[in-house]
């Protein structure tokens, strides 16, 4: 496929001669044009060039939302270095990993998160540290971000392809050490396209960005995208409080609403005033990240009548948006159909296509696969197979087309010999009243090699659970195989920073408690 740009920074250079005076970016009382992103773009590029960012060097963000981290991103690009978008949830031993890991040799960071930054070895694994803030900079190689976009002089621009990395995106992480998926211009540059076709994003378009740019859902749809077709961006730097999300979606206009399901139940639930939902914008509500559930999407439905929720599926190492529900056609409990130029298969074990309707693993193929994890040949050769992406995933896909995922297969609970789904188990206990969230693993069982328990998050107010009523409910909905064998009310179930439950840390605090 022909793309319009090799590389981010041609991008930011092409919409800046276009739409010089348009305005790019909205943050609080602020507004960027387009011309003023790549003066800012240059400027960063420049400085960071004298104190000798070249290209191949890994450059790490551990930025809040911030229009930092849009001139970051150009500048680095023009340079021909690599970014590297770090979790800032993350605690300093896991920044120290992924400093390592990544190679990273310079910094670019948020004075709010400056506790963490002091508290690991950034400062002895980074050349320098470049702050974003108001905060006054001290220390040795700490340099403050307004310095650097005082600096004069202009560099040319690296000479980089489609095929050069762009990014390395870690994924979470679910088993083992984060990876770091090694990202092209043309991984990011085919998402960006594909994904426009799909939403139809119209450089009339503004989208709201509340969710962590750091995430690659975020990144990619949320970021790019926008700026790929000349678009705005409401930048939101703090989700506190989530009132100020409504204000700016009204004030300032927002067509496209990037989220994320717990932010669509809160939506659903919330009581918005009246002027809201008859002078809101929004055309578009766009979910990833994880699964939606069946209510959410019905209340929605009802609740917003101007507007359409496009749920999508996705993976870091696939750039990460794979497919997509279109406005055109959409199927509750689907996650879509293949964004444009991509393919999707699911295979049994040995990679033979299955019948339309067979459950088996999802495969993907396209310009949006990564180029490998960064170190780690094994691990790439294992999930890349013949171009194909094996995401670990499985689901089943109907007669048009439509995918719907079942479960991730190291999820998947076996019990005598028969294949059992959490997600399946998830989505009708979600349903029954007062259940916030759940999330079943499957625990070692001598009888039936596992069995299934599940962990529950009471909804909002909720103080506690009708046991007896729960277990008749799902005796009637359920299989008795598929019955979870034990019930553990929580407080709050762990998830990362784009609302999924980690299961693994559940399965972790069985295994210490016994």
């Known amino acids: 496929m022909a793309y319009k740009f090799n590389n981010f920074y041609e991008l930011i250079t092409f919409q800046a001669k276009k739409r010089k005076n348009k305005v790019a970016l909205l943050v609080d009382d602020t507004k960027i044009t387009y011309k003023e992103i790549l003066e800012a773009v240059d400027k960063l590029a420049a400085f960071l060039a004298s104190k000798g960012v070249q290209e191949g060097d890994k450059v790490a963000l551990f930025l809040r939302n911030s229009p930092e981290f849009i001139y970051s991103i150009f500048a680095i690009s023009k340079l021909g270095a690599i970014v590297v978008p770090v979790n800032t949830f993350l605690k300093e031993e896991e920044?120290?990993?992924?400093?390592?890991?990544?190679?990273?040799?310079?910094?670019?960071?948020?004075?709010?998160?400056?506790?963490?930054?002091?508290?690991s070895k950034a400062s002895s694994l980074c050349r320098f540290i470049v702050w974003e803030g108001e905060e006054k900079v001290e220390g040795e190689n700490h340099l403050a971000f307004h310095d650097a976009l005082q600096t004069n002089g202009q560099i040319e621009q690296k000479p980089r392809t489609l095929d050069d990395t762009a990014v390395i995106i870690y994924t979470s992480g679910t088993t083992g050490k984060p990876k770091g998926a090694m990202l092209s211009n043309k991984n990011i540059l085919s998402n960006a396209h594909s994904g426009q076709k799909t939403i139809n994003v119209k450089s009339k378009d503004r989208a709201i960005i509340f969710l962590p740019m750091f995430h690659t859902f975020t990144f990619s749809i949320g970021v790019m995208l926008p700026l790929y077709v000349g678009a705005s961006l409401v930048i939101i730097k703090s989700i506190q409080p989530f009132s100020n999300i409504f204000k700016q979606t009204l004030t300032k206009k927002v067509t496209i609403f990037f989220g994320i399901p717990d932010v669509y139940n809160a939506l659903a639930k919330a009581k918005l005033p009246w002027y809201f939902m008859w002078f809101n914008r929004i055309r578009a509500f766009i979910s990833g990240?994880?699964?939606?559930?069946?209510?959410?999407?019905?209340?929605?439905?009802?609740?917003?009548?101007?507007?359409?929720?496009?749920?999508?599926?996705?993976?870091?190492?696939?750039?990460?948006?794979?497919?997509?529900?279109?406005?055109?056609?959409?199927?509750?409990?689907?996650?879509?159909?293949?964004?444009?130029?991509?393919?999707?298969?699911?295979?049994?074990?040995?990679?033979?296509?299955?019948?339309?309707?067979?459950?088996?693993?999802?495969?993907?193929?396209?310009?949006?696969?990564?180029?490998?994890?960064?170190?780690?040949?094994?691990?790439?050769?294992?999930?890349?197979?013949?171009?194909?992406?094996?995401?670990?995933?499985?689901?089943?896909?109907?007669?048009?087309?439509?995918?719907?995922?079942?479960?991730?297969?190291?999820?998947?609970?076996?019990?005598?010999?028969?294949?059992?789904?959490?997600?399946?188990?998830?989505?009708?206990?979600?349903?029954?009243?007062?259940?916030?969230?759940?999330?079943?693993?499957?625990?070692?069982?001598?009888?039936?090699?596992?069995?299934?328990?599940?962990?529950?998050?009471?909804?909002?107010?909720?103080?506690?659970?009708?046991?007896?009523?729960?277990?008749?409910?799902?005796?009637?909905?359920?299989?008795?195989?598929?019955?979870?064998?034990?019930?553990?009310?929580?407080?709050?179930?762990?998830?990362?920073?784009?609302?999924?439950?980690?299961?693994?840390?559940?399965?972790?605090?069985?295994?210490?408690?016994?």
């Open 289 to 514: 990240a994880a699964a939606l559930q069946p209510k959410t999407l019905d209340a929605m439905a009802k609740k917003f009548k101007r507007a359409t929720l496009l749920e999508g599926y996705g993976l870091s190492e696939a750039s990460p948006a794979v497919c997509m529900n279109t406005f055109k056609k959409q199927k509750a409990g689907s996650v879509g159909t293949a964004l444009d130029g991509y393919e999707m298969k699911i295979v049994d074990t040995e990679m033979n296509e299955l019948p339309r309707g067979g459950i088996g693993d999802i495969i993907v193929k396209g310009d949006n696969v990564m180029q490998g994890y960064l170190g780690r040949p094994e691990a790439t050769a294992e999930s890349i197979v013949n171009e194909w992406l094996l995401t670990g995933d499985m689901g089943y896909m109907d007669e048009d087309g439509f995918l719907f995922i079942v479960d991730r297969k190291k999820d998947l609970i076996i019990s005598k010999g028969i294949n059992i789904y959490p997600r399946e188990i998830e989505e009708v206990i979600d349903i029954y009243e007062g259940v916030g969230a759940s999330a079943v693993i499957g625990i070692v069982d001598e009888k039936s090699g596992e069995v299934p328990i599940v962990y529950i998050e009471l909804s909002e107010g909720v103080k506690t659970c009708d046991e007896a009523g729960l277990k008749k409910y799902m005796r009637e909905h359920l299989a008795n195989y598929k019955i979870p064998k034990q019930i553990h009310i929580i407080e709050e179930l762990p998830k990362n920073a784009t609302g999924k439950v980690l299961k693994r840390v559940l399965k972790e605090r069985l295994r210490n408690n016994g």
């Open 95 to 119: 920044l120290n990993y992924i400093l390592q890991d990544s190679g990273s040799s310079v910094l670019i960071a948020s004075s709010i998160h400056d506790k963490v930054i002091n508290l």
